[in-house]
């Protein structure tokens, strides 16, 4: 994707091109190109916003709803796996310069990456164009999701699912969850869960935390299975 189509795409267009190179730049690529500056203070910066943002939409949306109601569905809102989504959406993944070496281990399609690649660009929105532009640049792209939110049907607990559902098979045993492997260095690693129910494998996940693993596990589980 050219990059006026990317900012098509985006809704966004960029009085000054610096921004948007800057957000694009994954850390990877200053080993090979000294040149570059990534795109890290700018996730730094576009992680706050995007927080502030949508806690305050959300605030003015749902008057009556208590601060601890507002924070978990914000947390579902803004969270690595919402990030993804809206990443994989616009195409992100397709614009990142990135070293050789990140490409080839697929970090065009990494939750971890992509989703720090969108807070990047909002962060480059705001230094673009200002608080107001980069506002209504995120609730543009977080609008879906908002609405999904607000309808309870962002995220379900699929660990709480199976167990139900396996319960309504007859199966009294709680299912049983494991973390097969860990890949990656310290700092970024991925997980792989595996969900065991009467000694037999229902379903494999991976995720960015042990927790995010398991509900993969358990959703994959679900899908095969029930």
């Known amino acids: 994707m050219e990059i006026s189509s990317f900012e098509e795409t985006i809704g966004y267009r960029f009085r000054d091109p610096y921004w948007l190179t800057r957000a694009l730049t994954h850390s990877s690529s200053i ?3 000294g040149r570059l500056a ?4 700018l996730e730094f910066l576009g992680d706050a916003y995007l927080d502030a943002v949508i806690g305050t939409a959300l605030y003015r949306r749902f008057p009556d709803l208590p601060e601890g109601d ?11 796996r919402s990030l993804a989504r809206v990443a994989r959406e616009i195409g992100l993944g397709s614009q990142l310069i990135m070293g050789k070496g990140e490409e080839h281990l ?3 399609d990494k939750d971890s990456i992509i989703a720090d690649g ?3 660009l ?3 929105v705001f230094c673009d164009a200002g608080f107001d532009a980069m506002e209504a640049f995120i609730l543009r792209l977080f609008r879906e999701l908002m609405e999904e939110g607000a309808e309870g049907k962002l995220f379900s607990d699929y660990k709480t699912k199976l167990q139900e559902e396996l319960c309504r098979q007859g199966i ?3 299912p049983v969850y494991r973390i097969e492997r860990e890949d990656g260095p ?9 969900v065991e129910a009467e000694g037999e494998i229902l379903g494999r996940g991976t995720g960015k935390s042990k927790k995010q693993a398991e509900q993969s596990a358990a959703e994959e589980a679900l899908k095969e299975r029930f």
Do not use: M, W, Y
């Open 186 to 194: 310290p700092h970024d690693k991925t997980f792989t869960a595996v």
């Open 118 to 120: 969108v807070e990047a």
């Open 106 to 108: 697929g970090g065009r």
């Open 31 to 33: 080993e090979e190109d």
């Open 122 to 124: 909002i962060g480059a």
């Open 172 to 174: 009294k045993t709680p």
């Open 38 to 41: 990534s795109n890290e203070r």
């Open 70 to 80: 507002l924070t978990k569905l914000r947390s579902q809102i803004v969270c690595e």
